[in-house]
């Protein structure tokens, strides 16, 4: 009776589920190509507000008009960026960018040449157009390029988007306001050298992305109930109305409060309204890196609702206190929003880029709507009692107790 010969194989048969996905490194170059495309394109778009002062003299517009360029700019911004993102998260658009960038160009040229009010609708809308290509997309290619780091990614990529809406007022302070509307094309240059960028950001996107690549992703799943994520998706967005519609009121009302308040002249107030924005900035770039390290409930945990004591004595101290307490919050509210795009991200696996225009798109909005009705509040009370009941915002961060622990149940992308 011949022997019995030793299994080759001692033990399971290995297979795709037991094989462990290689970490890739983090590729920074195109992560800070996509984050200064990011730049252009958001300090681009901060110029539409910033020129209402030239454009309401030059063309005799009343505040309704003005509301309604807003309107119009951000209503197509806020509503298109989650369907752009569904359709390419089933039909990839490498090269979508640089025609999203093209889009603001022509709104740019389109408001510098506009001879009446209607045109300046239009040259809104294709603003908003462009922003609404422009974010799901780009967003994509930074958490492809992540290497696993998807925070770190998430937070360098919005970083140049809180840089470029800083220098957009400072751009119209010192180019259009001395040179006048038709000054506003000789941004198309920027534009330019975006859609450049993106073009090669496009193809690298090509060469590593395909619906193979968003079909896996989408079938590793979270072990999550649909009943389970639809709920975590309202809390995300109770979230987001929780900190943009503060942000709104420091972003618009912020140098209005300081004058009323401590009777601050106007450069002066410009200037701390600058300092909040980069303590933002700052804020961005830190809360990524922090939740890929403990984890995005403990940032956004921490970020929204730890912010509460910060805000809740703003309105009872002096200038020195406000200055320092003003920093302190756009430090720790701005590390919140990397967290909550990256474990929506990871509570919809394989839809990064309807996941991406759905926040991106309803933060825009609702920034859109706290500026107006925290406008309506202030001229109905005054600024003062704005800032009062607006500090209590940041307690809807105690709804972080409803969302689940993604990172634990999710695996590994």
């Not at 009446?116 to 040259?123: D, F, P, S, T, V």
């Amino acid at each position: 009776m011949p022997a019995t010969l030793p299994s080759p194989i001692p033990g399971p048969l290995p297979g795709p589920a037991v094989i462990p996905r290689p970490r890739r490194a983090t590729i920074y170059p195109v992560l800070w190509a996509v984050s200064f495309c990011h730049l252009l394109n958001d300090m681009m778009q901060a110029l539409l507000p910033a020129i209402y002062p030239i454009l309401k003299g030059g063309f005799d517009l009343n505040f309704g008009q003005v509301g309604l360029l807003t309107l119009t700019y951000q209503v197509i911004a806020s509503l298109l960026q989650p369907l752009v993102g569904s359709f390419t998260d089933r039909r990839p658009m490498p090269y979508s960018l640089p025609l999203g960038m093209g889009s603001t160009m022509i709104g740019l040229i389109t408001l510098a040449l506009a001879p009446n009010y209607a045109m300046l609708l239009l040259g809104a809308a294709f603003l908003g157009m462009g922003s609404s290509i422009f974010h799901p997309e780009s967003s994509r290619i930074a958490r492809l390029a992540s290497g696993g780091a998807h925070g770190l990614a998430q937070s360098v990529f919005q970083v140049g988007g809180n840089f470029g809406t800083a220098l957009g007022p400072l751009l119209a302070a010192f180019v259009v306001l001395p040179h006048g509307q038709k000054s506003l094309a000789w941004f198309a240059l920027a534009a330019l050298c975006g859609m450049a960028i993106l073009t090669v950001l496009g193809g690298w996107y090509k060469r590593h992305a395909g619906p193979r690549a968003a079909r896996r992703q989408a079938a590793d799943g979270t072990g999550l109930s649909k009943a389970q994520i639809q709920r975590a998706v309202i809390v995300l967005m109770a979230l987001i109305f929780s900190k943009y519609f503060y942000l709104a009121s420091i972003t618009n009302y912020y140098i209005f409060y300081l004058m009323h308040r401590f009777h601050l002249p106007t450069r002066t107030a410009q200037i701390d309204l600058f300092i909040f924005l980069a303590a933002a900035a700052a804020g961005t770039v830190i809360g990524g890196p922090v939740g890929d390290r403990i984890g995005r409930l403990k940032v956004i945990w921490a970020s929204i609702l730890g912010v509460l004591p910060f805000t809740l004595i703003l309105p009872h101290v002096g200038l020195t206190a406000t200055l320092v307490l003003s920093v302190v919050i756009g430090l720790v509210l701005s590390s919140a929003f990397s967290a909550i795009v990256v474990y929506a991200q990871e509570l919809m696996p394989g839809r990064v880029g309807m996941v991406s225009g759905m926040f991106f798109g309803f933060a825009f909005g609702m920034g859109g709507v706290g500026a107006a009705v925290l406008g309506w509040l202030a001229d109905a009370t005054s600024i003062g009692f704005v800032y009062q009941i607006c500090a209590f915002l940041p307690a809807i961060g105690l709804l972080t107790a409803l969302l689940p622990e993604v990172e634990r149940t999710a695996k590994p992308a």
